[in-house]
């Protein structure tokens, strides 16, 4: 059955496109201008086709293999990325590019369905439209030979995302949402004609993008099924302003958009192809085969010309997918920044005072501050407008989904307060964070290397990486300065002293997510660490044992994120044969205070401090003190790194260098 599905309740506006000639046609870059319509297509024409097909190797071209998403096999030969049998003609289509360009052909000379049902029942032409126009131009079709058909159901798809602009929208980091701890991307199809602010016409707009369909709530089953491919992952279409619901309003996720330079032509195939791909799914694959790497392959499947997914590692992770567009010089024609409901907020706060501030809590909370009403018209708006602000960050998602009545009822009233005041709200400008998008970030993997001493084992050499993302000391540029996503983390140690290699670090993943802790919100910020780590106290000297830790607490966070500080309550389990861990058990349960302060000096440097005091119940030893600190010297795609750490039985200073890459 095919996925796309639009209820006429979602149907705001029809955007211009073709008319009853056919978006086939129409797509099929206008090759006769005027064509005359055959009542059925000449039998004669197909073996000619099939036999310049072959004779031109057109199952070879890129725009054929890029179309049917195969990609070479290590031991030779093709494979689709595409699971849904539907998208394919051939019984063996999936592994032979040749025979299914043939059995489509055969299919473009097929008669009319009888009695079709869904889409994946429609005639091959009208499931295909853009492969339909891709051969036209590959073989140069003879339209009068093989007319295009009339395909009602791709006409009103055609009608409703047919695009004059193409933007990629990043969402930004989520660490609250394992699927979009990483970022997200999705496509913007537009009304508006390229280069000109969409703002007014986002109602209009489509959103599409590629996600997994979760079969479980289960955080563990989620995170093995979608490192493993076990999720069906499809496209989706909703109307633009649904996703800024989600993103920007639900989530509070900053939007970036990056509207592209595509020829009509390009447009015209994006939505073809976008059409072709409703009726398939692919394995879902959270680092590889994921939101992104899917984008770019629809996007070089419409514009040949493009280069995108050689320009992404084997991990793609969303902001290098960002970065690809822009190795594609000229491909990015404009970018701009949709700020988030709670980034509004912060604005929006920022120019009342501090009694006016008390106003605005007491109103989101359905209250009456004293005196309000005889307050000058001006200052009512202000305060109104931010209490609105507050509402929306605090219950949007129960509001819109209507599950919370009396949210609802408090946002109304507080609407029709605002109405009754005629005067029009200021325009609220918001310049985009001064570090940038994506694009400005640094590599998602780091290594580095460096020399230090211990008290404990002398000279030291360190090598250290990550596979992803950032950490709290790396560049700011277009990260927030508020998390934390790491990913396969790895510290080794030698020591040349014994001639010996240690393991100190292997983590699974780390995250930290700082919140903040305001009059507003009392949003608890956290931390998580999984992995294994070597042992540095008398419990098991220098073995290595797996780790599990987590943290709550409050922190401060200055305006731009200059200076962030967070005290939170950890509890952490240590697990190895040989640790004197609790009642003489190999487990070891702690708990204690955590205790984290970062300064950023703008994009020139970072300094991160942590400390760290545990009690471990029934074990030995009882307790622990750990200190750290982190910092760190920008270089562009480098960074020199200062590290010293005290911990029970040691102390160490190590310099390194850091370099970003992937």
Same mark, same amino acid.
């Given at each position: 059955?095919?996925?796309?599905?639009?209820?006429?309740?979602?149907?705001?506006?029809?955007?211009?496109?073709?008319?009853?000639?056919?978006?086939?046609?129409?797509?099929?870059?206008?090759?006769?201008?005027?064509i005359?319509?055959?009542?059925?297509?000449?039998?004669?024409?197909?073996?000619?086709? $099939?036999?310049?097909?072959?004779?031109?190797?057109?199952?070879?071209?890129?725009?054929?293999?890029?179309?049917?998403?195969?990609?070479?096999? !290590?031991?030779g030969?093709?494979?689709?990325?595409?699971?849904?049998?539907?998208?394919?003609? +051939?019984?063996d289509?999936?592994?032979?590019?040749?025979?299914?360009?043939?059995?489509?052909?055969?299919?473009?000379?097929?008669?009319?369905?009888?009695?079709?049902?869904?889409a994946?029942?429609?005639?091959?032409?009208?499931?295909?439209?853009?492969?339909?126009?891709?051969?036209?131009?590959?073989?140069?079709?003879?339209?009068?030979?093989?007319p295009?058909?009339?395909?009602?159901?791709?006409?009103?798809?055609?009608?409703?995302?047919?695009?004059?602009?193409?933007?990629?929208?990043?969402?930004?980091?989520?660490?609250?949402?394992?699927?979009?701890?990483?970022?997200?991307t999705?496509?913007?199809l537009?009304?508006?004609?390229?280069?000109?602010?969409?703002?007014?016409l986002?109602?209009?707009?489509?959103?599409?993008?590629?996600?997994a369909?979760?079969?479980?709530?289960?955080?563990?089953?989620?995170?093995?099924?979608? !490192?493993?491919?076990?999720?069906r992952?499809?496209?989706?279409?909703?109307?633009?302003f649904?996703?800024?619901?989600?993103?920007?309003?639900?989530?509070?996720r900053?939007?970036?958009?990056?509207?592209?330079?595509?020829?009509?032509?390009?447009?015209?195939?994006?939505?073809?192809?976008?059409?072709?791909l409703?009726?398939?799914?692919?394995?879902?694959?959270?680092?590889?085969?994921?939101?992104?790497?899917?984008?770019?392959?629809?996007?070089?499947?419409?514009?040949?010309?493009?280069?995108?997914?050689?320009?992404?590692?084997?991990?793609?992770?969303?902001?290098?997918?960002?970065?690809?567009?822009?190795?594609?010089?000229?491909?990015v024609?404009?970018?701009?920044?949709?700020?988030?409901?709670?980034?509004?907020?912060?604005?929006?706060?920022?120019?009342l005072?501090?009694?006016? !501030?008390?106003e605005?809590?007491?109103?989101?909370?359905?209250?009456?501050?004293?005196d309000?009403?005889?307050a000058?018209?001006?200052?009512?708006?202000?305060?109104?407008?931010?209490?609105?602000?507050?509402?929306?960050?605090?219950?949007?998602?129960?509001?819109?989904?209507?599950?919370?009545?009396?949210?609802?009822?408090?946002?109304?009233?507080?609407?029709?307060?605002?109405?009754?005041?005629?005067?029009?709200?200021?325009?609220?400008?918001?310049?985009?964070?001064?570090?940038?998008?994506?694009?400005?970030?640094?590599?998602?993997?780091?290594?580095?290397?460096?020399?230090?001493?211990?008290?404990?084992?002398?000279?030291?050499v $360190?090598?250290?990486g990550?596979?992803?993302?950032?950490?709290?000391?790396?560049?700011?540029?277009?990260?927030?300065?508020?998390?934390?996503?790491?990913?396969?983390?790895?510290?080794?140690?030698?020591?040349?002293?014994?001639?010996s290699?240690?393991?100190?670090e292997?983590?699974?993943?780390?995250?930290?997510?700082?919140?903040?802790?305001?009059?507003?919100?009392?949003?608890?910020?956290?931390?998580?660490?999984?992995? +294994?780590?070597?042992? $540095?106290? +008398?419990?098991?000297?220098?073995? $290595?044992?797996?780790?599990?830790?987590?943290?709550?607490?409050?922190?401060?966070?200055?305006?731009?994120?200059?200076?962030?500080?967070?005290?939170?309550?950890?509890?952490? !389990?240590?697990?190895?044969?040989?640790?004197?861990?609790?009642?003489?058990?190999?487990?070891?349960?702690?708990?204690?205070?955590?205790?984290?302060?970062?300064?950023?000096?703008?994009?020139?440097?970072?300094?991160?401090?942590?400390?760290?005091?545990?009690?471990?119940?029934?074990?030995?030893?009882?307790?622990?003190?750990?200190?750290?600190?982190?910092?760190?010297?920008?270089?562009?795609?480098?960074?020199?790194?200062?590290?010293?750490?005290?911990?029970?039985?040691?102390?160490?200073?190590?310099?390194?260098?850091?370099?970003?890459?992937?």
């Open positions: 059955m095919h996925h796309w599905s639009f209820s006429r309740a979602r149907t705001v506006a029809r955007g211009a496109g073709p008319g009853c000639v056919g978006a086939v046609a129409a797509i099929a870059v206008a090759l006769a201008p005027s005359a319509r055959a009542v059925e297509p000449d039998p004669r024409y197909l073996d000619e086709l $099939v036999g310049a097909a072959r004779a031109a190797g057109v199952a070879r071209d890129q725009g054929w293999l890029r179309l049917g998403h195969w990609r070479s096999r !290590l031991l030969g093709f494979e689709s990325e595409a699971d849904g049998p539907a998208f394919f003609l +051939a019984p289509g999936k592994r032979d590019p040749e025979t299914e360009l043939e059995a489509t052909l055969r299919g473009f000379f097929a008669p009319e369905p009888v009695a079709p049902g869904d994946t029942s429609d005639h091959p032409q009208c499931r295909f439209p853009a492969r339909f126009a891709f051969l036209a131009r590959a073989l140069r079709f003879d339209l009068a030979r093989l295009p058909r009339g395909c009602p159901r791709f006409e009103e798809f055609w009608r409703r995302v047919g695009a004059r602009s193409v933007a990629v929208v990043f969402s930004s980091y989520y660490l609250n949402n394992p699927a979009s701890a990483f970022g997200h999705f496509l913007r537009g009304k508006a004609v390229a280069g000109v602010r969409p703002d007014r986002e109602l209009i707009d489509q959103g599409v993008s590629y996600g369909t979760p079969d479980t709530t289960n955080p563990f089953a989620y995170v093995v099924n979608g !490192l493993t491919g076990s999720f992952g499809d496209f989706k279409v909703l109307p633009y649904y996703k800024v619901r989600e993103y920007a309003d639900y989530e509070s900053d939007l970036w958009e990056y509207e592209l330079d595509l020829e009509p032509l390009e447009r015209a195939m994006l939505a073809g192809h976008l059409w072709e409703g009726q398939t799914w692919f394995d879902y694959f959270y680092l590889t085969e994921n939101c992104s790497y899917h984008v770019l392959g629809v996007l070089e499947a419409a514009a040949l010309r493009l280069k995108l997914l050689t320009r992404v590692g084997k991990i793609t992770l969303p902001a290098d997918t960002v970065k690809a567009l822009f190795a594609n010089p000229g491909l024609r404009a970018v701009r920044f949709r700020a988030s409901a709670r980034t509004q907020l912060g604005a929006r706060a920022s120019l005072s501090g009694p006016q !501030l008390d605005v809590a007491i109103l989101a909370e359905g209250g009456e501050p004293a309000f009403v005889q000058p018209e001006e200052e009512r708006v202000h305060i109104l407008d931010t209490a609105l602000d507050l509402v929306d960050v605090r219950h949007g998602r129960a509001i819109v989904q209507g599950t919370d009545p009396d949210a609802d009822a408090l946002r109304q009233r507080l609407l029709e307060r605002r109405s009754a005041i005629p005067i029009a709200s200021e325009q609220l400008a918001i310049p985009p964070p001064s570090r940038g998008g994506p694009e400005r970030g640094h590599g998602s993997m780091r290594l580095g290397a460096g020399g230090g001493v211990s008290t404990a084992d002398g000279p030291l $360190v090598l250290d990550r596979l992803a993302l950032h950490d709290l000391a790396d560049p700011p540029a277009g990260f927030s300065p508020t998390t934390q996503l790491e990913f396969l983390k790895l510290r080794l140690t030698l020591l040349p002293r014994s001639r290699l240690r393991l100190d292997a983590s699974l993943m780390e995250a930290t997510s700082l919140n903040a802790f305001d009059r507003f919100e009392r949003r608890i910020s956290w931390k998580l660490r999984a992995g +294994a780590a070597r042992v $540095v106290d +008398a419990g098991c000297p220098g073995c $290595v044992a797996g780790r599990f830790e987590m943290g709550f607490g409050p922190a401060l966070l200055a305006r731009g994120g200059a200076l962030a500080a967070a005290v939170t309550a950890d509890v952490e !389990l240590m697990a190895a044969p040989d640790l004197r861990g609790a009642g003489g058990a190999p487990l070891r349960p702690g708990l204690g205070p955590g205790v984290l302060v970062r300064l950023l000096a703008g994009d020139r440097g970072a300094l991160l401090g942590t400390a760290a005091w545990r009690w471990f119940p029934a074990a030995s030893p009882r307790k622990s003190l750990q200190f750290g600190a982190i910092g760190r010297l920008f270089l562009g795609r480098a960074s020199l790194q200062a590290e010293w750490r005290r911990v029970p039985l040691a102390q160490e200073v190590v310099l390194s260098l850091e370099v970003y890459g992937g």
